[in-house]
């Protein structure tokens, strides 16, 4: 539903935030406003300085053993193949 005196914004959006919004639509009609207004938003985040108080109390959150096997599979991880790439 558009209402003509619906005040309205202006946002830019980086086309896959776009492609995002328009998947989510649940019928033709439904306006990106619609979308966002059912979008639901976690309550608990933490902020980059949150954490770092957090780390500070608790210590670190990963053993030796968990970060040796994160650094395993970063090392490992390869970029997925490029589909668009016809060489």
């Not at 492609?19 to 406003?33: C, I, N, P, Q, V």
Request: charge should be negative.
């Amino acid at each position: 539903m558009h209402n003509l005196c619906m005040p309205t914004k202006t946002i830019s959006l980086k086309v896959e935030a776009y492609e995002k919004l328009k998947t989510a639509k649940r019928y033709a009609g439904e306006s990106f406003s619609e979308v966002v207004l059912r979008a639901r938003w976690p309550e608990d985040t933490v902020t980059a300085g949150e954490l770092i108080q957090l780390c500070r109390e608790r210590g670190p959150l990963f053993g030796e053993e968990e970060l040796s096997r994160i650094e395993e599979a970063s090392e490992l991880d390869r970029a997925p193949e490029d589909k668009w790439n016809e060489s």
